[in-house]
């Protein structure tokens, strides 16, 4: 099989990562052997997740025998995983060149000290991979020190993100696919499925996609993955449950041509709010396509408040500077390990998210009279797309916006700098929300 951009691993059935010879560009190819080669078949699926799911892509784009594709938790476009801008983009989440994100400095250094530990961990079997940039490609290590030292990428960095990201030539994959993507995931979250979802569908290929609980984040509720009922990666129960049975059913219909098997809705996603027992199949919200529900408007009002009419705006404003010298001011998350924060990480008596006064600013709803579902992407009119959620407030809460200027998971800014949005009733900004009841 001729080497595709994509990734260097794809795995067993226990979600562990195998050797495989088709090379990759940010990992060095473990060496081939005669025993581990593709063998040539027909027709074939892909199913996996994270680098196991974006391999598949890169395969589907360079092998017609790939019929259908099942890919799990993973990117569209490495440059906004690793370095996002939400006001920047355009086309899915990819984002201008001139506009560069801040790196996601948290992750990053998680993904190259595991990726390093592993060539460690091999160097027995291939000891070519600790040379120079330890199991990593020269570039890899170069964007990393690139990242690191200015804070962002550069057009290097976007030269090597860009071809292992199927965002850049998702054209080129025609092959029906089932995009399973993880609520709890920051690494990789629901933007970039969506994103990957609207690019296939642009182009007229048979696409579903499904928010699962679980992500790189881990799960919800306690859970370390997938919740009962949802998924079983063992194999074992896989058919009883909700993900399961839709993977299986997924193939019988595109790999196998059992028509009658069915495909399942077009959207669904986790609702950790439902109680149930058995299958998750009752946790799941369903639509026949995506975006889902009805935009909630809200406008910025004086001094911190969210009004739902523009008549209701009053003149204020609202300001806040980053701490400078790199330091955060707001704890989100830590990255791979969500919930488990370090002691001494927070203040005492408080929790996540976090954030130090004066370093960000925010606006609050009234409580809300009714129980309220919010599902998709927040947008707020001053060019910035919020990441996707699926979320419950009951009736009596409220929403709150928060625009933050550092983050723990995040190389921050060394230079103070503040800012100041100012509330105008002749053209108020608005917080539009997805609401779904």
């Not at 990242?147 to 994959?173: E, F, I």
């Not at 928010?211 to 859970?223: D, E, R, V, Y």
């Not at 606006?363 to 309220?372: E, G, I, K, V, Y």
Request: aromatic share 8%.
């Amino acid at each position: 099989m001729p080497a595709i951009h994509g990734s260097p691993s794809r795995l067993d059935d226990q979600g562990h990562p195998q050797s495989c010879v088709i090379e990759a560009d940010l990992y060095k190819p473990h060496a081939a052997s005669a025993t581990n080669r593709v063998p040539t078949i027909l027709t074939t699926n892909g199913f996996g997740g994270s680098y196991g799911g974006q391999i598949q892509f890169a395969t589907a784009a360079a092998d017609p025998r790939v019929v259908t594709l099942v890919p799990l938790i993973t990117w569209n476009d490495l440059r906004y995983s690793l370095a996002p801008n939400n006001t920047a983009s355009t086309a899915g989440v990819t984002y201008a060149n001139e506009t560069p994100g801040s790196e996601k400095i948290g992750w990053s250094s998680l993904f190259f000290g595991v990726g390093i530990a592993d060539g460690v961990q091999g160097a027995g079997i291939d000891p070519a991979r600790e040379v120079g940039c330890p199991n990593f490609v020269l570039q890899a290590c170069e964007a990393k020190a690139t990242l690191d030292t200015l804070g962002y990428p550069s057009a290097q960095t976007y030269a090597l993100t860009d071809r292992v990201s199927a965002g850049h030539y998702l054209d080129r994959v025609t092959v029906p696919t089932f995009l399973i993507q993880g609520q709890n995931d920051t690494l990789l979250n629901l933007q970039e499925a969506v994103a990957t979802y609207q690019g296939l569908k642009a182009h007229h290929v048979p696409v579903s996609m499904a928010w699962q609980s679980w992500g790189h984040s881990g799960g919800m509720k306690g859970n370390t993955g997938a919740a009962p009922g949802e998924l079983d990666l063992t194999g074992a129960h896989i058919e009883d449950t909700y993900l399961g049975l839709r993977i299986k059913n997924w193939f019988d219909h595109y790999l196998k041509g059992v028509t009658t098997a069915p495909t399942g809705p077009e959207f669904s996603f986790f609702r950790d709010w439902v109680d149930y027992t058995g299958t998750a199949t009752p946790a799941y919200g369903t639509a026949s396509s995506y975006p889902v529900g009805t935009p909630r408007s809200y406008y910025l009002s004086g001094a911190g408040d969210l009004v739902s009419a523009p008549a209701a705006v009053r003149p204020g404003s609202v300001s806040w500077s980053n701490p400078g010298l790199g330091a955060f001011g707001s704890y989100s998350e830590v990255s791979g390990l969500e919930g488990q924060i370090p002691p001494g990480s927070l203040p005492a008596n408080t929790t996540t998210p976090y954030d130090a006064p004066g370093t960000l600013g925010a606006w609050t709803t009234q409580a809300l009279t009714s129980d309220t579902s919010i599902v998709g992407v927040p947008t707020l009119d001053v060019t910035f797309t919020s990441t996707a959620v699926a979320a419950a407030q009951p009736a009596g809460h409220r929403l709150r916006l928060v625009l933050a200027s550092t983050d723990a998971a995040y190389k921050n800014a060394y230079a103070v700098q503040p800012v100041t949005v100012t509330a105008n009733p002749l053209a108020p900004a608005v917080l539009r929300i997805p609401v779904v009841r």
